[in-house]
């Protein structure tokens, strides 16, 4: 059985993650995954969403892991 506590994340979206903390701007991450940068961006916001916190910061179009 799945822990409660535990975000229910997709196989996706944690690409969307290791390639959003791994590229130096979300576009960049974005080609990397063969999706459009609105795609990627709002795939991390899902993310945030279902974890309960922020996981990145943003200036511009920069995106860092917290």
Known sequence: MADP???NLTV???E???AA???PTR???ARGLGVTPSALTQGLAEMER???V???ERQGRQTRLR
């Open 54 to 56: 922020p996981l990145f």
């Open 5 to 7: 506590r535990l975000p």
């Open 27 to 29: 576009a960049a991450a």
């Open 50 to 52: 279902r974890v309960g």
């Open 12 to 14: 996706q979206q944690l």
């Open 16 to 18: 969307y993650l290791v």
């Open 21 to 23: 903390a791994a590229s």
